[in-house]
């Protein structure tokens, strides 16, 4: 990510905490620039924000729930080629946010996926691929799960700093699952504030509770030093992002190809 990019985002994280000014929504890269969306602010109210403008060639159908899917069967197929591998140490080593896990923290084979919330092909690989893999790998002790922040716009960084203020891990990863089913609801919304905080309530969580969570400038730093050193240390410019016992791959991978990647370290 360039750094003018950055800075860009940087700003526009900050007016959408303030609640004001214009924003940038980018897609699952820094090449979809074209896609924006405009915040304004009403005197005592949330922040409310235009409808995003999306091309459809990129557009996911709205993801299933991963913990209702059911894991299709999966065929042989050929593990795709890595475009690069970094060192495991240096991918495991401690982050400003700790690693939630999902699965046995023991398992063989670790998958750590750099994702933004608002990136149709992350909710389509959690709604397609994760219940397969989970089914298939992370239930069953081969492989754990390790999702980290890459936020490429404001709405991505709000989605993620309520699921890191939705309780412990397990809500958290709850949090970050139900975003993903019902990320074409809250993503393009013409109200995503309204839409987040409807979530959010869900979870447990009060109207003071959201407003709190959304102005913590600590954790929105942190999520941001996450994203950084995603970005600058391993490479990450992209969403999502897979690196599988250290060997990285881009791209929403099918089912067949993530288990057969996970198979080759098996």
Not at 7 to 31: E, I, V, Y
Not at 38 to 62: F, I, L, R
Not at 139 to 149: F, P, Q, W, Y
Not at 152 to 179: S, Y
């Amino acid at each position: 990510m360039p750094h003018s990019v950055r800075r860009t985002l940087s700003r526009n994280l900050a007016l959408f905490l303030a609640g004001a000014g214009a924003l940038a929504l980018a897609a699952c890269n820094d090449a979809a620039k074209e896609t924006s969306a405009d915040a304004v602010v009403q005197p005592g109210g949330p922040v409310q924000m235009a409808q995003a403008e999306t091309s459809s060639g990129d557009a996911a159908k709205p993801a299933a729930p991963a913990s209702e899917a059911t894991a299709p069967a999966v065929s042989a197929a050929n593990a795709p080629e890595p475009s690069g591998s970094v060192d495991v140490d240096k991918l495991m080593a401690e982050e400003a946010l700790p690693d939630v896990v999902v699965g046995q923290k023991d398992a063989p084979v670790t998958i750590v996926e750099y994702a933004s919330m608002t990136c149709p092909h992350c909710a389509h690989f959690h709604s397609t691929a994760y219940p397969v893999i989970k089914k298939n790998y992370i239930d069953t002790g081969k492989a754990k799960l390790i999702l980290r922040e890459f936020p490429f716009d404001p709405r991505a960084l709000a989605a993620f700093m309520l699921a890191r203020c939705a309780g412990d891990d397990a809500r958290r990863t709850a949090m970050v699952d139900v975003l993903f089913d019902q990320q074409d609801e809250w993503s393009h919304s013409q109200n995503a504030s309204a839409a987040l905080l409807k979530i959010a309530r869900l979870a447990g969580m009060s109207e003071e509770g959201f407003k709190a969570c959304l102005n913590d400038k600590d954790l929105q730093q942190k999520i941001v030093e996450v994203q950084q050193r995603g970005e600058n240390t391993f490479g990450v410019d992209a969403t999502p992002t897979f690196f599988v016992n250290g060997d990285k791959y881009s791209g929403a991978l099918t089912p067949e190809e993530m288990s057969a990647v996970i198979e080759g370290h098996l």
